[in-house]
């Protein structure tokens, strides 16, 4: 007789909670900027994150993600509810039904909870994907503002700002380049990629 893993909402907690795939909010790092002190002159600094989180398109980018990761976790959440509630009937049902029987609807379930872990997995891998391809599209319309920034301030070399804990302020050109995106762009179209189905999704250019 197969093993019937009994499946109750109290088991499926654990996988539910690893289905959550929504971004998490992004704090934004680097060298913080002072108002005084001399600049080194040519070596400039930009923060990515920064950049994402100043801008108008950055935090478009941010909320869109958020609500196709909440969007995900519901249709999972949904799976596995209904998939707890039909072990909670099955269970309920053990003492009616014949060895044969309750081995077919077990065995049945536990394609279900397998499936559903793969269906986890793969919306957690989506949604890395998605956050990946929107935030290389913001840094790519910022790629050509970086460089006229980059010219005007006279920089000879320009460092990630995560690599200095602190730096002076006219080195940074975080704002100049944010205020120059938002001028730009301020949203685009992008939904969820679909790995599962073979092909992923082009996000379709916007403003």
């Known amino acids: 007789m197969i093993m019937m893993q009994r499946l109750t909402a109290a088991a499926l907690a654990g996988l539910l909670a690893a289905a959550t795939v929504a971004p998490m909010a992004r704090a934004q790092t680097g060298a913080a900027a002072q108002p005084t002190g001399p600049a080194i002159p040519g070596l400039c600094f930009l923060s990515k994150d920064g950049l994402i ?12 993600l958020q609500q196709l990761g909440q969007q995900a976790e519901a249709e999972l959440n949904a799976q596995g509810t209904s998939l707890a509630n039909d072990a909670k009937a099955l269970d309920a049902q053990r003492a009616s039904l014949s060895a044969q029987q309750l081995d077919q609807r ?11 872990e793969r269906q986890v997995q793969v919306r957690r891998q989506e949604m890395s994907a998605t956050e990946q391809k929107a935030l290389s599209r913001v840094l790519q319309e910022a ?10 301030r006279n920089c000879t070399v320009l460092f990630d700002a995560s ?14 380049v944010v205020e120059g995106l938002n001028a730009k762009i301020t949203q685009f179209t992008f939904d969820r990629e679909h790995l599962d189905q073979g092909a992923a999704g082009q996000p379709a250019a916007g403003q």
Not at 163 to 176: E, N
Request: net charge positive.
């Open 106 to 116: 077990g065995a049945a379930l536990q394609v279900r909870q397998r499936d559903l």
């Open 53 to 64: 989180t100043g801008s108008t398109v950055g935090k478009f980018v941010e909320s869109r």
């Open 163 to 176: 690599a200095a804990m602190i730096a002076a302020q006219s080195m940074d050109l975080t704002p100049a």
């Open 143 to 152: 790629s050509p503002i970086i460089q006229q920034v980059f010219r005007q």
